[in-house]
């Protein structure tokens, strides 16, 4: 027999393939619809300059208990009421697909959802939105179009705005398994609050309802869109970008200057001529194998300039500080910030904070809590380069002996985070980022132990008196006996000299 | 000639007087520095390595000269002072009671709970010592610190060794033959220093590392059909097993000979005749038996009285280390001969046991391995 | 600012993220291309009735040393002409998107190969292919064009066939680790070669040249295109039935018997009415909610029958038995097939053999080949079902002491592998796949105890005569001196009274 | 009344020639059946616990009526035999040249390589025997199908015990008085059956679990103030130590108390003088103490002497399990008191040590403890 060959559409694949985005099973499912949510209501609000306010409720539908309604507001730049349907209702399309630091990346999460919602309960997503520029809000009932990935509305309203109101509103159902991933969930909004110390998160679900207001009113400042690095390219990307540029006029040097980060005349002169290129060619007559010609001098070229973080957007340590110390309520708290590094190309920078004592338990091992671009990564921490540093740390070194009240918290920010796997879960071990994490880490571990030192100095005086007055009775009368004298006698003269000793030492601690 | 013939056979213990006198001496020095507005302390002679030194005359592990002090206004040594003091109260306590504890009922007597408000503000307690390690550990001091050994002070142990031969001591005025014990033995006691050895008719003393092996020694009355003194300490020998060989050796100038199994552990047990431990050199002076030859079995015989190769057991790692450690001994070190037997049970990595030699029959030890190794002077020193 | 937004087509999401695909790296492309070439030509060949012959081929660049080479020709059932360009040059393109066991089942893998072939070597796909019953051959050099997701053909050229050659010649050339993954490729040509006993593959490197005749012309049945079991469907599923059925009076009863697996009359009736639905139903009249309720009850029904296995294809005991002989040369082998079972409504076969002896060598584990739907599963051993089952059994039980020369082989039809993540390489523990492995791996290890057990019983007689013996010397000499005799005559006598006692017994074994 | 007295203080060691008889009778059994054309085979006792029966009215282990068939032709047992009829040789053997080897020296002795051809058509060898426990083994087939000791036999072991008291001992035509030891003790010899026992003056005899607690009361003459035998196995007790104790009770009719640790390794050491292990039932008649009395110390002792919280040991999971397995033992079982006393260790989970009594002065246990609980009849038995 013969076959037959057609085309799927992205919707289609994903429909078939749900397990590659994370939506393996209801617990999952839900948990991920949940992160999907949250993250562009996060990526809506602080990417602009606005401070977050995100609820976030969790229902649980009264006669069909396996479904779940999950409703998610902010106060975000809201989507122009023409872009919605494609929003959320074709896979592939978005706003994210620049270099820039944002939570989302693929332009699939939440489409995901709306898949998963429309086959497990045949119900479509509810959007209300509103951009700060309009004076319209829209509202849809929307499904996806599977086959042929576009959005098919059920339901429309645009109306005039009467308040000030601008945002996002999401709300849909789907079969998912609360009582499995109400844990996570709850870890995860908890663990957003941290990170995002600036926004306000109220979180209702049928365990209640937790409020976690905004500690700071200190906006990190919003990533910019960038350019790529040199060092990343391949012959796609120049052709993309040759492509897209439109100027038949165009040189090879004046190309490279205006498209890639860092180059400016003297560097693209420099690598030209290191390449073995003329730099008045024109970019519109290079021919495919002088691309991979070009593309592999750009990847080798060492004098290249680290990409500058313009793109970036990390928290900051008194931001990391204040989150962790609000979240975790610890006895001690310090956070640093690492300068900006890359790796193939993509910028990052490394955040990481140390938490002490306080309402913080004792445990066995560094309580580790990881981010990338602002999210909290719950699941795979035993493959994460983070816990692979964490335990590498001879932790003794600084004064830290388990079982012990530790918590650790480490940030990465880049314009591609290296995550191991679909689910965006775990960070590879990329040689630059664990280098630049270890020595975060090791900078706030070190100033822990500056803490704990003076901290023990303190007891320590204290010890020393505790300890010699325990023994005097023993010694006292122990020596009276073989000398056949009066016990007391030889405390007072023991009392005495212990004074005269203690004397000589005297310390203060501020913790 | 005798090395201390002066002396011989009497007993060497000091007197219950002068024993309480050095203990009480401790306890008025300390007592003099609090008097005197000083902090506490004690000075300890230093029980390490570092100060132990060999003496190539005498051939002895000897104390050298540090001292540590140690003061009970310091907080890491506070408690060590405590239990010191408190433990010497106890020995003065059983030398004027005239009691003979054991170091466990020293251990059980001292061992008491304190009780107290830490740094911290909470109420806790402590115990004067957790294990007997400690209780141990400045029983030595108070050795080291005094000069006088622990059965001079009256501390009883466990003891194993057993003697036969043609000797006569007198213990608590009675006259005691050891060769009239039968098929018994004398077992000796704790204190060897209070015995008086009144008669020696022996051309030399035979140790046996095997209890069983002087079982069957005994049974077959080898010391009389070869004129010698037969001891046993049935494996590491305790303190007054080494002193009764000491005394033989130093004050009736009697060759020792040692036999032991061809392993690490039995030449390390040869060592301890020798020289001690160098963790407790200050007891070699009077436990030591510098000049004990090391008789076999050697790995060397081996070779030379074809054992068998089914009786050939591999030496395990450990014996291979515990070897290379004792390379490191003076005198071993110093020894051609020991050096050259060291490695070569090293290389071969085999070991055998007495009870090997009986594949040439029952008799060999006593009738052919001994006399002929002491005839030949093929011991090793 | 404001958000710019747009679309993505398919091949740019994964040239962004090819890591998804299994394309992380230089040595993981290299090993994933082999695989998804070799996959499709055994997929053209076998599944239409054609005994494979399979040519691999890998050759270094002369002047570029990270550069690879890579040609896989097939005498498969071949590629229309016109369908080529969409074939290669458009992802998520396809034959295999309807219920039947094959190894390629996304539509991307082979174009995943080409993205990365083109991104780091600028070199397009070769690709010469003819069908039977095409008089042409088409040949073509292409590539994708990423932003729109359609092929570019670079050259192309049909021409009249004068032999009667049918099949596909695929060459491209990519950046490849050679050396970190040649003994990956490696095992799995041979692994395929076990598992395709019908097969001959020829497989060159830079290594030299390894052959796998074909042991057997037996080719297993084809699989062939099913139906969806009614019991794994979702809301979108049944939309995307009913849109393509394309028949306004068909009733619910006459779609449920037309559209789906082990569905007639009786039994459709019966759901219909167990589920409260209207058997004369027009199934065009069904509303949203209906079809969640139908869905939901047809997950629900507990009297569906198991699928049947048309869709499947597997090998057979005798097959699978001479793969393993001709690879792992055993000195014993068997094998077996369990009965058609199915999860979520997915028909899976499993079969299972043992090998012992020979040419394995002792090993302190079980050596486990795995294998799904004819594809050998090299990575993430540690995470498979097979791996959990084999780890749990006492294998003392079937008398096999460690260190032991024994290896198990698990092979899993089914029309849809439950893998763990997109990398195809391992299977999640699902308990109805769980539950028939375990009993396919105990059976066979119960015939390894029967011949264990042959083996030993005809040692035991031989070892009695032995050890009787041994001893006979030490008894005889032993008691002779006791009782002053002669040994001889004592040895004589016990001789004597040895033979009549093995006299009495005899046993053979047949190997 | 004496249990024997007829016999009193006699040696019970069967002759040489009695001795000798018995082992070639068994070797001449096995010819016997070889010569009348039957696969030959030994008849040996069951050592189990299936085969060992309380003997209610003599409160003891014995040997029940069951025997093995091991058969020279059956493969699993075959080396057995062969190792058996080896070993009988070598005794014989050292029987006929009055040798009197350890243990250990057979397991040499018989120790050589057999090589041979195996099923597989290669050339191995194998051991007569590998370790002792094999050689071991098969010693012990031989005395329970002779009926004879191992000691009757001549083969010696490493004997651990000390005695001393008012009693005088005949061996090898010695006489020797234990009352004249001085600070040491006699050491008991591995065959105890050869002495003869001429004078016993006590009122009792105490047996002392631990060496250093032996030395400490004999130093203190304990046993010349209380008119007892006093005895030490330092720790479990070997057989000779055992089979002295037997005698004292049997011949002379001396109550016996056991002095232990309260664990459940004090309570199992009194178990082995009062009536064995189980594994070695067929020994029981003759190292034996059925009427042995447990003197102390006793988890209620805890209670009844006001041991301090610090001394008491807290007992391990193993304790425990020890103590559980005791109360199956029948002379523990059939006795109300002892029932009371694992119950309570296993309840309170902790245990003391002898030493812990010095808690209340050093002379305590000497001056009170013992008196007071022999005069108070507060053993259990």
């Known amino acids: 027999m013969s076959e037959k060959y057609r085309g799927l559409s992205p919707a289609e694949f994903f429909h078939r393939n749900k397990e590659i985005a994370g939506f393996s099973n209801p617990s999952r499912a839900l948990y991920q619809t949940v992160r999907e949510l949250v993250e562009n209501s996060l990526d809506a609000t602080e990417t602009h300059g606005i401070l977050p306010y995100i609820d976030v409720e969790v229902r649980l539908h009264e006669d069909r208990p396996e479904w779940v309604t999950l409703r998610v507001a902010d106060n975000g730049i809201g989507i122009p ?44 997503i509810y959007v209300k939105s509103s951009t ?65 110390p600036y926004a306000t998160i109220r979180y209702r679900s049928p365990d209640g309802e937790l409020l976690f207001e905004r500690v700071s009113k200190e906006l990190p400042e919003p990533p910019q869109i960038g350019k790529y690095h040199p060092k990343g390219v391949d012959i796609e990307i120049l052709k993309d970008l040759i492509r897209r540029s439109n100027n038949n006029d165009m040189t090879l040097a004046g190309f490279l200057e205006k498209y890639f980060e860092g180059v400016g005349e003297k560097i693209a002169q420099e690598f030209l001529t290191w390449a ?43 931001l990391l500080k204040k989150g962790v110390k609000s979240i975790l309520k610890p006895e001690f708290a310090t956070a ?106 090791r900078d706030v571990a070190r100033r822990l132990r500056i803490y704990l030192s003076k901290l023990e100095k303190m007891y320590e005086v204290k010890r020393k008196e505790v300890t010699i007055r325990k023994y005097m009775g023993e010694v006292s009368s122990s020596l009276a006996y073989v000398l056949n004298m009066d016990p007391n006698s030889i405390s007072s003269l023991l009392e005495e000299l212990l004074k005269k000793e203690l004397e000589k030492k005297e310390v203060t601690v501020n913790a | 000639m005798p090395k201390n013939t002066q002396q011989a056979g009497k007993p060497i213990s000091p007197s219950s007087e002068e024993v309480l006198a050095r ?22 002679p230093v029980r390490t390595l570092a ?80 294990d007997q390690r400690e209780s141990n550990a400045v029983i030595q001091d108070i050795e080291v610190a005094t000069g006088l050994l622990r059965e001079h002070m009256g501390i009883m142990h466990d003891a194993k060794g057993r003697i036969v031969g043609n000797m006569i001591i007198r213990s608590k005025g009675t006259e005691i033959d050891l060769s009239r014990m039968g098929s018994g033995a004398w077992g000796i006691p704790s204190n060897v220093d209070q015995l008086e050895i009144t008669k020696v008719e022996a051309d030399y003393v035979l140790v046996v590392e095997k209890g069983a092996i ?78 004990a030859r090391f008789l076999g079995v050697s790995t060397s015989d081996i070779e030379r009285y074809k054992i068998p190769k089914n009786y050939i057991i591999k030496a395990t790692e450990r014996d291979i280390k515990r ?59």
């Open chain 1, 81 to 124: 009421a023409h872009e919605i349907p494609n929003v959320f209702g074709r896979v592939f399309y978005g706003s994210k697909y620049v270099v820039r630091q944002t939570r989302g990346v693929f332009g699939l999460g939440v489409k995901m959802a709306v898949l998963y919602a429309q086959m497990t309960t045949g119900k479509p």
């Open chain 1, 276 to 318: 073995g290129f003329q730099p008045d060619t024109k970019v519109k007559e290079l021919k495919l194998a002088d691309l991979e010609k070009l593309a592999t001098a750009m990847k080798n070229f060492p004098k290249w300039r680290r990409p500058r973080p313009l793109t970036l957007s990390p928290l900051g340590p008194e």
């Open chain 1, 336 to 441: 640093v910030i690492r300068p900006p590094s890359s790796y193939g190309g993509h910028a990052f920078i490394v955040e990481a904070a140390i938490a002490y004592g306080g309402e913080i338990p004792p445990q066995d091992n560094v309580l580790l809590l990881r981010f990338a671009n602002k999210m909290p990564l719950l699941y795979d921490e035993g493959v994460d380069v983070s816990r692979k540093i964490v335990d590498s740390i001879d932790w003794s070194i600084y004064k830290i002996k388990f079982p012990a009240p530790v918590a650790v918290v480490t940030h990465v920010c880049s314009t591609k985070i290296p995550f191991k796997g679909v689910g965006k879960e775990a960070i590879a071990d990329v040689p630059e980022l664990e280098h630049e994490l270890e020595i975060a880490i």
């Open chain 2, 323 to 381: 070897a290379k450690e004792l390379m490191n001994y003076p005198w071993f070190k110093e020894s051609k001969r020991w050096m050259e037997e060291l490695q070569l049970f090293i290389e071969r990595g085999e070991k055998i046991e007495i009870e090997a030699l009986s594949g040439h029959g029952f008799k060999f030890l006593s009738n052919v391995y001994i006399p002929e190794k002491i005839a030949n002077k093929e011991w090793i020193i």
């Open chain 2, 51 to 130: 100060n132990t030194i060999w003496d190539k005359k005498r051939k002895l592990l000897v104390l050298g000269p540090k001292t540590a002090k140690r003061e009970f206004f310091d907080i890491g040594e506070s408690k060590r002072f405590m239990q010191t003091i408190l433990m010497l109260s106890l020995i003065v306590r059983a030398r004027r009671e005239n009691d003979y504890p054991t170091i466990r009922d020293l251990y059980y007597t001292g061992k008491h709970t304190i009780y107290y408000v830490n740094e911290y503000g909470k109420k806790v307690s402590e115990e004067t010592w957790d």
């Open chain 2, 214 to 291: 002087f079982e069957r020694l005994n049974e077959e009355e080898f010391w009389k059909k070869n004129k010698c003194i037969l001891v046993t300490g049935k494996g590491q020998p305790d303190r007054s097993t080494r002193r009764m060989v000491r005394r033989l050796w130093e004050e009736f100038d009697l060759p020792v000979y040692i036999l032991t199994d061809a392993d690490s552990y039995g030449y390390y047990i040869y060592s301890v005749y020798r020289s001690g431990s160098i963790s407790l050199s200050y007891e070699s002076e009077r436990l030591a038996t510098p000049e």
């Open chain 1, 132 to 196: 700060r520029d309009s004076d319209v809000v829209g509202e849809y009932l929307l499904y996806i179009d599977i086959s042929r990935n576009i959005p098919h509305v059920q339901k429309m309203r645009i109306k005039k705005k009467n308040k000030n109101w601008h945002g996002t509103i999401v709300r849909l159902t789907l079969e998912g398994a609360w009582l499995q991933s109400k844990k996570r969930i709850e870890d995860y909004i908890r663990r957003t609050a941290l990170i995002s």
């Open chain 2, 23 to 44: 203990l009480e001496q401790l306890a008025k020095s300390i007592y003099d520095q609090i008097q005197s507005g000083k902090p506490p302390y004690l000075d300890i």
